[in-house]
C-alpha cells in the first residue's frame, strides 16, 4: 500500500469509530522519518484510545503493519 493510500485508510478507520478533526498532513520532501502525519480528535480519553486501538488492530490485520508511535 502506498502512504498516501495508508494515510487515507487510516483516516477513514478513525472516521468509522466517530473521530473529528481529521487531518492527513503529507510531510514527504519535508521530514525523512515520515511520509504522513494522519492526526483526529476523540470526544474523551476512552473514545480517543478506541480510535488508537481500532487503528492499531486494522494496521496488524489488513496490512501486517504495526505503528511505530502513539502519542496521546
Known sequence: ???EQLARRLAAVGDSKGASEIVA???RGLVSYTDFLVI???RNERQAGAIAD???LRLKNENGL???Q???
Do not use: Q
Request: hydrophobic content about 40%; charged content about 20%; proline content about 11%.
Open 40 to 42: 483526529c480528535t476523540g
Open 54 to 56: 481500532e487503528v492499531g
Open 1 to 3: 500500500m502506498v502512504p
Open 70 to 72: 502513539v502519542e496521546g
Open 66 to 68: 504495526l505503528p511505530r
Open 25 to 27: 498532513l503529507d510531510m
